[in-house]
């Protein structure tokens, strides 16, 4: 069975820095696209990027270009997704999802949610 | 960057079809036809009810249907059951291997 547990919530301060993770087991963690995914409160589905966990290519979405930085370690399978200097826009429920085989948008397994609370 | 366009909210009675609309551009669902629909229910984590190509993943009722004309894709569900109630998003690839999500139309069965 394929299965995403991220990590548990978290509350930190502006300015902090945060690292949310995304275990992976089931299936060959190397080979599928790892892609993240922000809910803030109450709004719509954000796709963050993406990271292929064989070779760590990532894609950020313009939106998340240099706010947020991909990284795998591949002896845990296991995918992150870090700020160095979180912001209260920053709160939110961030998801991560294992992206079928040779598709760009079709995400079939998802973990249960990281919320994430930055407080000003 | 590339926005899809959803109605914020559909209903319908049960037993009605309602469609949900997903308006993009001619840069992205009208050059890639590239398009998945996910499901999330209150409290919930996104389920994907139509993958590319128009497919059903294994479990999801022959109830949803998804077609694609132009710039716009649609996401039929037919048979309306209060089980339906949920947000729903589609999902198109843009280029560049980057993605985006549609805004998310509310579905309310009256």
């Known amino acids: 069975e394929v299965k995403l547990v991220q990590s548990g919530a978290e509350t930190r301060q502006s300015g902090e820095s945060l690292r949310v993770s995304c275990q992976a087991s089931?299936?060959?963690?190397?080979?599928?696209?790892i892609v993240w995914v922000r809910q803030m409160p109450g709004r719509g589905l954000e796709w963050m990027g993406s990271?292929?966990?064989?070779?760590?290519?990532?894609r950020y979405s313009p939106s998340f270009q240099g706010q947020v930085t991909f990284s795998v370690e591949k002896s845990i399978n296991t995918a992150y997704v870090q700020w160095n200097s979180l912001k209260a826009s920053d709160t939110a429920m961030y998801f991560c999802a294992r992206r079928l085989d040779g598709q760009q948008t079709t995400f079939d397994s998802w973990g249960q949610g990281t919320l994430v609370t930055v407080s000003s | 960057q590339s926005a899809l366009t959803q109605p914020a909210s559909v209903s319908g009675s049960p037993g009605q079809s309602i469609t949900i609309s997903c308006s993009g551009t001619?840069?992205?669902?009208?050059?890639?036809?590239?398009v998945s629909w996910y499901q999330q229910k209150a409290g919930q984590v996104p389920k994907v009810v139509i993958q590319e190509g128009n497919k059903r993943p294994s479990g999801i009722s022959t109830r949803f249907s998804a077609s694609m004309s132009g710039n716009t894709a649609s996401l039929t569900i037919s048979g309306l059951q209060t089980d339906d109630e949920a947000d729903y998003y589609c999902c198109a690839y843009v280029g560049s291997r980057t993605v985006v999500f549609g805004g998310g139309t509310k579905v309310t069965v009256l």
């Open positions: 990271i292929y966990p064989g070779d760590s290519d990532t």
């Open positions: 001619r840069s992205d669902i009208e050059s890639y036809k590239i």
């Open positions: 089931g299936y060959t963690f190397p080979t599928y696209w």
